[in-house]
């Protein structure tokens, strides 16, 4: 329907086109082999059914398949990517070369068979003289007169023939496998591939240049099997240069790098920090050394091969031979690796340089092949004045401290003018990242109302810094909270006035029995928490005073002389209880404590009998790590505190995240959940929670215990005095010791000295 411009597109403003007799329904969006078509007609191409003249006779090819017979694929996307290759060339008049009439271009002519169009294209030659490349860009070409209107097609190339491309004549030559292929099924018949004509631009070159450039020489120098043996194989050698004689001279630190593949040798300057020195420090590049240096090397002078022209240049071509004799070259007298030893100098092109140290695998490397065993550095040595060689800086000497800031600023405000802020152990800091130990200590003092405080010291392992939280007591009179901020705790009884830096508590200072001084207040340390025991435990290299095999030579030396009677004398405190099904001798804390303070007296301290205790103990393994009824009541306490009561929603994300728990999920939930539902937990809080739930045989947490413990109506749990949730310390539980049995017959065991008395009687 022909539509009339400038109306609107309604019925009665459009007319029939004219000889138009079908007026069947559009196929626009009909799919063929599930592809949608845009267009009720098929675009042209090879294989394609031909249009009528009438429905466009500029795009009539011909076709070999019969009328509707051809693939039902439209052609654009039967040959989609299918690209037709000949090989082909081309004659150009060459008029201002002598004797060279014309030359011959080799081209590829392609042929894409999804829209019939062609492209011309050379290969670059190197030093070819000629622009080349592409000479005809992808298009359709018409065919020359008398055929105008017409366009070039695929049945006008063949092998051995000709097709004229605009104002060139092309002969066709070859193809590759694909379009021979591919023209035998559409029923052409393909001659076999000709050669093309020689160039004779081509020979002529090839000519000249032969005549021109000697052959190739008859030997060559082989060093690949010298650098393939000793790649990457350095001597490395320590050197100075006096160059104090001269107007502003000083003595330059030089590094001296001798490569074993080619026998090279290259100098390194080693600048000192503020020197003044604008440089690379690059002293002498890559390269090989002369022992003696007269001169300049002419060109040419130091190649491996010389060619020498015997008949002139006079005549057309000349002559070229090898200098087999080889005359006129001088003898290579550099630097070998025999020729570098310590103590030794060597000219660097006028500048002595005196080698003075070397490496781990330079002296490997001189007693393997050379039987050299003395490489004593030599320290002091100068070349024109005698005397110790004059360092580069000298040590700075910091001023006092003055009490302002801490030690660490200070002495960056005088190594600097514009200071920096102090480097932390980044290392340090990510392996004991939240590790903390915690210690329960009361204070010391005249006065009698501060002896009943309690206090949480806690160490923070990441940074050695320490702080001191007051825990609150009920009609004390003393509020607690923070007393001491987290800062650096330096030991007591040393002057901090001075440029050195004053030492600081360490982790090993703070043990059970110990007494610290933090800030002028005295404390002693009461309880830890079953972290700081387990760690220290755990690393006993760095804290002896839990290292077990320590403790236990120190009671078998002490009970070597009287063990008989002291074992003896104490069988009475031994009580056989059922444990784990098992009969076990036990003995209780406190009758080991004051055996070992009756045995030992001052010589051992508390956290060396609660180590003892804690290794020999003879009760079940299973018990909790953390007390089930005081992490409740801290839980529940919290919530209220919050006014949390949003158990329903727990309850859905749980079976969000899983579900196909069978009443039991991961930890991991577990903390995904308190964190999505935000329940007003702290992360020390989420961490005892984690230690009192159930679990069962695979490690998942009990799901009905969980919701358990957050609702503190299903089971209620005594009430707990009110605390500061905004400090992890204050659910500091002290490890109890006091009650505890301990295995009698395990603990003779490991003292070994039955053993002993044995022989002796024997």
């Known amino acids: ?96 070369v002598d004797r ?80 021979r292929s591919f023209l035998y099924k559409l029923g052409v018949s393909v001659p076999e591939s000709v050669e093309p004509p020689t160039d004779p631009n081509t020979e002529a070159r090839k000519q000249q240049d032969a005549a021109k450039v000697a052959k190739r020489p008859a030997y060559k120098v082989d060093t690949l099997g010298k650098f393939l043996q000793n790649d990457r194989k350095v001597l490395r050698f320590e050197a100075f240069w006096d160059d104090r004689n001269s107007l502003f001279g000083d003595l330059h630190e030089l590094e001296v790098l001798y490569h074993t593949s080619d026998d090279t040798i290259e100098i390194k300057e080693k600048f000192p920090k503020n020197s003044g020195r604008d440089s690379s420090g690059m002293f002498l590049k890559r390269s090989r050394l002369p022992k003696k240096f007269e001169r300049l090397p002419v060109l040419g ?123 932390i152990d980044f290392r340090k800091f990510i392996v004991y990242d939240r590790c903390n130990l915690r210690f329960g200590a009361r204070m010391i003092s005249d006065i009698k109302e501060n002896n009943d405080r309690f206090f949480v010291i806690t160490y923070y392992l990441s940074n050695d810094t320490i702080s001191v939280y007051e825990l609150m007591i009920r009609n004390s009179g003393f509020l607690g909270g923070e007393f001491i901020k987290r800062c650096k705790m330096l030991l007591p009884n040393q002057d901090i006035f001075t440029p050195s830096r004053p030492k600081c508590y360490q982790a090993s200072d703070l043990y059970l029995g110990a007494t610290v001084i933090l800030q002028d207040h005295k404390f002693n340390i009461t309880t830890a928490d079953i972290f700081a025991l387990q760690f ?84 079940s393994k299973k018990a909790d790590l953390c007390d089930r009824e005081l992490v409740r009541s801290a839980i529940h306490g919290e919530l209220t505190r919050q006014l949390w009561d949003n158990i329903e929603r727990t309850k859905e994300h749980i079976y969000h995240l899983d579900p196909c728990n069978n009443g039991y999920t991961s930890a991991k939930n577990i903390i995904t959940t308190i964190k999505a539902c935000r329940i007003p937990l702290d992360n020390a809080l989420i961490d005892a929670l984690l230690q009192i739930v159930h679990y069962n045989e695979c490690g998942d947490v009990e799901i009905k215990d969980f919701l358990c413990i957050l609702n503190p109506l299903a089971v209620p749990c005594k009430p707990l005095q009110p605390l500061n949730i905004k400090h992890d310390v204050c659910y500091f539980t002290p490890y109890k010791v006091t009650g505890n049995l301990v295995e009698w017959d395990h603990l003779l065991s490991s003292i070994d000295l039955e053993s002993n008395l044995s022989k002796q009687t024997s």
């Not at 490489?375 to 001023?399: D, N």
């Open 301 to 423: 002078e130091n190649t491996p091969i010389t060619v020498l022209n015997v008949l002139g240049g006079g005549l057309k071509g000349g002559r070229y031979i090898n200098d087999c004799a080889f005359i006129g070259k001088n003898a290579d007298d550099c630097y070998k690796d025999c020729d570098l030893v310590i103590g030794r100098s060597i000219n660097v092109y006028g500048r002595t340089v005196i080698l003075t140290g070397c490496d781990s695998f330079t002296q490997d490397y001189y007693r393997t092949k050379f039987g050299v065993e003395d490489f004593t550095p030599i320290l002091g040595y100068s070349v024109t004045k005698p005397g110790p060689m004059v360092g580069y800086r000298r040590e700075r000497i910091l001023p006092p401290y003055n009490g302002y800031g801490s030690h660490e600023d200070s002495e960056g405000n005088c190594k600097t003018v514009e200071p920096k802020p102090p480097k």
């Open 100 to 179: 060279i009439p014309y030359q011959v271009r080799k081209v590829k002519i392609l042929y894409y068979l999804e829209d019939d169009t062609m492209q011309v294209s050379e290969p670059r030659t190197m030093n070819s003289g000629i622009p080349q490349g592409c000479l005809v860009t992808r298009q359709r070409i018409p065919r020359p007169p008398p055929y105008d209107g017409e366009f070039t097609s695929l049945l006008d190339l063949n092998i051995n023939h000709t097709v004229q491309l605009f104002d060139r004549v092309y002969t066709v030559t070859g193809c590759d496998e694909f379009t």
């Open 536 to 619: 220290m435990e755990g690393h006993c290299e760095e804290f002896p005073l839990s290292n077990v095999s320590r403790i236990v030579q120190k009671i078998r030396s002490a009970l070597e002389p009287i063990y008989k009677e002291y074992v003896a004398k104490n069988m009475g405190k031994v009580v056989h209880k059922k444990i784990d099904d098992r009969s076990v001798a036990t003995v209780t804390y406190e009758d080991v404590r004051d055996m070992l303070k009756e045995l030992l007296g001052d010589q051992i301290v508390e956290q060396e009998i609660v180590t003892i205790c804690r290794f020999f103990s003879a009760e």
């Open 1 to 96: 329907m022909l539509r009339c411009s400038g109306l609107p597109l309604l019925p009665g403003n459009s007319f029939p086109e004219l000889g138009r007799t079908r007026y069947h329904k559009s196929h626009h969006f009909d799919q063929w082999n599930r592809i949608c078509m845009l267009a009720d007609k098929k675009r042209p191409g090879i294989g394609a059914t031909p249009l009528t003249p009438a429905e466009g006779p500029e795009y009539c090819l011909p076709s070999l398949y019969p009328p509707r017979s051809g693939p039902l694929l439209p052609s654009w996307l039967t040959y989609d990517k299918k690209v037709l290759c000949f090989h082909a060339y081309f004659q150009e008049t060459l008029s201002e």
